[in-house]
């Protein structure tokens, strides 16, 4: 059932557990998330980035994702990833998406509170869930890079006074992931993630978790972390899965048979992860 992303975080918020964002391109990829969903009993939000969006259009994105919401057994939301700015947060309300981010945390506080808060205001006003985000997490995505050196840790005292202002649902903050492939095992600083949950109150969000050890993942839930965000980890196990396939089979033409092993480790790599973050069996 498609649902918003507040009716997924405040469970998460309340119980203590964490509930995987999934980036979604393309069909086999919505189709490996919600079925690993369905038999871990998992709730789970599909999201598009913005090279997403790109890729396969907004229309696809929205009818994909709303289309496999609504014929899921389980909770479903369909989230916009790293929303730019105020119009195309609006355009995804109007297909359809029933949770949004907007991602002002390359303005300083003022302008990021600003601009967070008109998007509340008529986000709510509709009844889409709005996740925000504040200080900057390094590394790339799709076309957003954020130099490691401009990377700033999220600070507890300005995170109060921006969900004050903003009235947001959830928040991501940067506690030392980064987005895309580390070179050397993340370093994660709890005590941040503790004070700022103790402070707010509200579901908050991990962006670049893919390749961030089991066990930090699972001291980051323990401490307040309610959304964790996969893509990098969905990519690679395509990636690894295709070219397995026509390693062994360099002949085979059927994009279905070159893309069912590709489904099928994906949808492998999801299920752990519903796991490991607690979500299983929440449905
Ligand atoms: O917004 C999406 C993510 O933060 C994904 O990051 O590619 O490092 O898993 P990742
Ligand atoms: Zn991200």
């Excluded at 998460?12 to 964002?21: E, L, S």
């Amino acid at each position: 059932m498609l649902v918003t992303g507040n009716e997924i975080l405040q469970d998460a918020h309340k119980k203590g557990y964490g509930v995987g964002a999934f980036n979604v391109n393309n069909m086999e990829i919505v189709q490996a998330i919600i079925e690993a969903a369905e038999e871990t009993n998992s709730p789970v939000i599909l999201q598009a980035s913005q090279g997403g969006l790109k890729y396969a259009g907004i229309e696809y994105v929205a009818e994909l994702g709303k289309l496999a919401a609504r014929n899921a057994k389980v909770p479903v939301a369909v989230h916009l990833d790293h929303g730019t700015d105020f119009d195309q947060v609006m355009l995804c309300i109007r297909h359809g998406f029933s949770s949004v981010m907007i991602d002002g945390s390359r303005f300083e506080l003022e302008e990021n509170i600003g601009i967070t808060k008109k998007v509340v205001e008529v986000a709510h006003a509709v009844g889409v869930s709005v996740e925000a985000e504040l200080g900057k997490i390094g590394g790339t995505e799709d076309h957003i890079t954020v130099d490691e050196k401009d990377a700033t840790f999220t600070d507890p005292k300005e995170a109060k006074i921006f969900v004050d202002e903003t009235n947001v649902d959830s928040l991501a903050i940067a506690v030392g992931t980064a987005h895309g492939v580390y070179k050397g095992a993340p370093e994660l600083d709890f005590d941040r993630i503790k004070t700022i949950k103790e402070i707010l109150n509200i579901p908050l969000v991990l962006h670049g978790s893919s390749g961030v050890p089991d066990e930090s993942i699972e001291k980051a839930v323990s401490l307040g972390i309610n959304k964790i965000n996969i893509d990098t980890d969905l990519r690679m196990a395509f990636a690894n899965a295709i070219k397995k396939f026509l390693k062994e089979d360099p002949d085979n033409i059927d994009p279905r048979k070159i893309l069912g092993p590709a489904k099928a480790a994906m949808k492998e790599v999801i299920k752990d992860k519903m796991k490991l973050f607690g979500s299983a069996g929440r449905a």
